[in-house]
Nanobody, 115 residues
Framework: VQLQASGGGLVQPGGSLRLSCAAS????????MAWYRQAPGKPRELVAA???????NYTDSVKGRFTISRDNAKNTVYLQMNSLKPEDTAVYYC??????????WGQGTQVTVSS
């Protein structure tokens, strides 16, 4: 099983980035796909999640700015990040959970918001 995250980078405040994470290998029936982030010296936190039925959940600090979506045919989850702020700077990780409650993590992609 492999989760390949991409799309991170350096962006100015107010800018946008789109993260992608493609899952491959033998993952039995993916249920929830999610993005987490971890800033230096802070614990990893849930940013957004989406179920197989399309129900979404966001942490309060990103509501109205970030949008999570998924392509079930491609086992891929996306995170569109708009109006980025310096406090969004972190390593972003994708995670998928199957119907057996098994978790698989991606390797992380760095997002830096700075002028």
């Amino acid at each position: 099983v492999q989760l390949q995250a991409s799309g991170g980078g350096l962006v100015q405040p107010g800018g946008s980035l789109r993260l992608s994470c493609a899952a491959s290998g033998s993952i039995f029936r993916i249920n929830v796909m999610a993005w987490y982030r971890q800033a230096p010296g802070k614990p990893r936190e849930l940013v957004a999640a989406i179920t197989s039925g399309g129900r979404t959940n966001y942490t309060d600090s990103v509501k109205g700015r970030f949008t999570i979506s998924r392509d079930n045919a491609k086992n891929t989850v996306y995170l569109q990040m708009n109006s980025l702020k310096p406090e969004d700077t972190a390593v972003y990780y994708c995670k998928v959970t199957n119907i057996l409650y098994q978790d698989y993590w991606g390797q992380g992609t760095q997002v830096t918001v700075s002028s």
